[in-house]
């Protein structure tokens, strides 16, 4: 007759004994990173498992990892994690690698504000050869129009303000991507090479 103390025993470990059994049965395998190394969803993948193997690094180069790039979230504001899902997740290149240009681009303050700080975002127009973006800049007065190329040559894309919504007739505009004031116009125009893009931000000039 087996005693009420050690049928408690038994209770307690024969699930553990089982748990067991089924591993040395079916080993579990190793997390599997997302493919191609590629997060394409903020967590890394459907499942949100943030997992990356870095197999690169390895026992015999470990001692001699330096630091080759940072990235500062100043621009990002006071709640930096609230900001970080609206962050680009691919950038093409190696960025341990990045020269001073490529940083550059990567760090314009003042394309990271249209990121992070503008509202209201929406296609203005659409057509088969181009597609022109609009926005608003926060906290100060302004907008963001962005117009992008979809030919495979370049073209002068062209539209006035009221084309694209605006209901001013004059506005000052500024490339974002080369910090450069641009004067004032009465409408959009711009040559763009094959898919290419430009990023301007305008303000409203009284008559």
Not at 136 to 148: E, I, M, N, S, T
């Amino acid at each position: 007759m087996i005693s009420k103390r050690r049928l408690s025993i038994l209770a307690f470990v024969t699930p553990f004994v089982l748990l067991a059994g089924a591993s040395l049965h079916n080993p579990l395998s190793a997390q599997s990173a997302a493919p191609s190394g590629e997060w394409r969803t903020y967590g890394g993948d459907l499942a949100s498992t943030r997992y990356a193997p870095l197999d690169q690094i390895n026992g015999s180069n470990f001692n001699t990892l330096q630091i080759a790039w940072r990235f500062k979230t100043d621009a990002f504001g006071p709640r930096p994690e609230v900001n970080f899902e609206g962050t680009p997740l691919m950038v093409g290149g190696d960025l341990t690698r990045a020269d001073a240009w490529t940083t550059s681009l990567l760090t314009n303050p003042e394309v990271l504000a249209v990121d992070q700080s503008s509202t209201g975002n929406h296609p203005a127009l659409t057509t088969d050869k181009a597609v022109l973006w609009l926005a608003k800049a926060a906290p100060a007065d302004g907008l963001y129009v962005a117009a992008f190329n979809l030919q495979d040559s370049s073209q002068t894309v062209e539209y006035s303000w009221k084309q694209l919504g605006l209901d001013g007739t004059r506005y000052a505009q500024r490339n974002l991507w080369e910090h450069k004031d641009l004067g004032i116009a009465s409408s959009l125009k711009v040559v763009l090479p094959p898919h290419g893009s430009v990023l301007y931000r305008v303000s409203e000039v009284a008559r």
